[in-house]
Nanobody, 124 residues
Framework: QVHLVESGGGLVQAGGSLRLSCAAS????????MAWFRQAPGKEREFAAG????????YYADSVKGRFTISTDNAKNTLFLQMNRLKPEDTAVYYC?????????????????WGQGTQVTVSS
């Protein structure tokens, strides 16, 4: 069982930056691919960014490419999402997720473990 806890959300003005963290515990005897999803009010949960366990490959939704960076600190079992040049449409609850699959997926249903989410609000 993997336990994920996000932190780092908050209120920021458009054009600003935030760094989200996701601390993982349990289940560290195997490898998981990780991802950040987000869910805005009234919308479905959507993929934002994903990374392979060793960090060799990263994947981004077109809407965040060039502005967000996903990374890991495997020694500390922590996942990060650096978000720059934030826009009001980035406002959402951000979730980190872990997958036992052999590849990074963009579909929420392919992830086995989820954090509780952290709110990001970008004001215009």
């Amino acid at each position: 069982q993997v336990h994920l806890v996000e932190s780092g959300g908050g209120l920021v003005q458009a054009g600003g930056s935030l760094r989200l963290s996701c601390a993982a515990s349990g289940g560290t005897d195997r490898r998981y691919h990780m991802a950040w999803f987000r869910q805005a009010p009234g919308k479905e949960r959507e993929f934002a960014a994903g990374i392979t366990w060793l960090g060799g490959s990263t994947y981004y939704a077109d809407s965040v490419k060039g502005r967000f960076t996903i990374s890991t600190d495997n020694a500390k079992n922590t996942l990060f999402l650096q978000m720059n040049r934030l826009k009001p449409e980035d406002t959402a609850v951000y979730y980190c997720a872990a997958s036992r699959s052999i590849m990074v997926h963009t579909t929420a249903g392919m992830y086995d473990y989820w954090g509780q989410g952290t709110q990001v609000t970008v004001s215009s």
